[in-house]
């Protein structure tokens, strides 16, 4: 018998070199637990695993099926990174040919999402977190910052290099992770501007996080205790989703209570003026990039981008553009009258230094 991930190339691709041997180890430990004898269980290579002596001569090909079925299916109930793989197992006749039927489990798209989005969790709760600090700068004098966003990037175990958020963001909002995810970080950020009362940062959440929870409640009391630390938190709203209102208010009202700022994220696209309206009076707005991209190439989009600034100061004291990358971005923000900017004109800062939870 022949047991097989035939999904082997799939998660090479998604996934680091670590896990991809975690689920063959895990693969080939589930088989030998599951077999009379473990040692009659041989790796072949990657993602192949042969069985010799499982069944008795003579066994009807239906019966075979059956008790292959049953084995795989032991297989595929374990849990954690094995959960990622789709699996298939031949049997072999004496005379080296298979059996027609070949039984298969195919991975499950979500399975997949969760055991990704797990990893990443439990790698940021072990403290391999990085912040990366992006300034929003002053358009006419780029070396004053009104704040810094702090930008998440996971180091996983054994890894040797960061995680962008584009590389697992998507597996956490699938799972259904993101209250998580964005507790871990906020809890993160607060921790830093603990440490360092000059900093003043702001840090993105999901318009599905911006409701009052239990785990709200944790950091509400903390910066209840720290109101210092509270008047330099910025929490910023992203716009892939649409806010709950009245929840979303309530959650304005108790972060500004509380002495926090709130920026809408990604003004203009997706759910970014909708999120505006509905949560009430930002503090601050963030004109999403794609708009200063189209404004540098036409005039049609040097106006749609100032009609956009327009909406954005009759619903927020201070309107941030997006993309900023060089002087002709400048130009355009100065034309416009707007008077922060935020981009790759200013770079990261601290994208390699790890940040580990406090107690």
């Keep these: 018998m022949v047991a097989k991930i035939t999904n082997i190339d799939e998660v090479e691709r998604r996934y680091p070199r670590e896990v991809v041997r975690a689920i063959t180890s895990a693969f080939v430990e589930r088989i030998r637990e599951v077999v009379d004898d473990p040692s009659a269980v041989f790796q072949l290579s990657r993602g192949y695993v042969r069985v010799t002596n499982m069944l008795s001569d003579g066994m009807s090909l239906s019966k ?53 989005a797990r990893q990443v969790l439990d790698a940021m709760a072990q403290g391999h977190l990085a912040l990366a600090r992006q300034p929003v700068f002053n358009v006419d004098e780029q070396g004053r910052s009104l704040y ?59 318009a599905g996080s911006a409701l009052i929870s239990p785990w709200w409640m944790i950091i509400f009391d903390r910066l209840r205790r720290l109101p210092e630390v509270a008047h330099r938190l910025i929490i910023e709203i992203t716009e892939t989703a649409p806010v709950v209102p009245p929840g979303a208010r309530d959650f304005l009202r108790y972060l500004h ?83 922060w900017a935020q981009g790759y004109l200013r770079s990261e800062v601290e994208s390699a230094m790890m940040h580990r939870r406090t107690s």
């Design 64 to 116: 075979t099926s059956a008790c292959v079925e049953i084995l795989l299916k032991h297989i595929a109930a374990s849990k954690g990174v094995l959960s990622l793989a789709a699996m298939e197992i031949t049997v072999e006749r004496r005379d080296g040919g298979p059996h027609t039927k070949v039984i298969r489990i195919p991975a499950s798209e979500a399975s997949m999402h969760i055991a990704h």
């Design 148 to 206: 810094d966003e702090c930008l998440a990037r996971v180091l996983l175990p054994d890894a040797h290099c960061a995680m962008m958020p584009a590389s697992f963001i998507p597996s956490v909002e699938h799972a259904q992770l993101m209250h998580e995810f964005d507790q871990i970080v906020v809890t993160s950020v607060i921790d830093r501007l603990v440490a360092d009362e000059t900093l003043v940062l702001g840090c993105n959440i999901s």
């Design 257 to 339: 209570g509380l002495g926090c700022r709130v920026a809408i994220d990604d003004f203009g696209s997706h759910y970014g003026v909708q999120n505006a309206i509905r949560i009430g009076a930002p503090d601050i707005v963030k004109l999403d990039a794609f708009f200063l991209r189209e404004a540098k190439d036409s005039t049609r989009g040097v106006e749609r981008l100032h009609s956009l600034a327009t909406l954005a100061r009759r619903l927020a004291h201070t309107v941030i553009i997006e993309g900023m990358e060089d002087s002709g971005g400048l130009e355009i923000a100065r034309r416009i009258g707007c008077e």
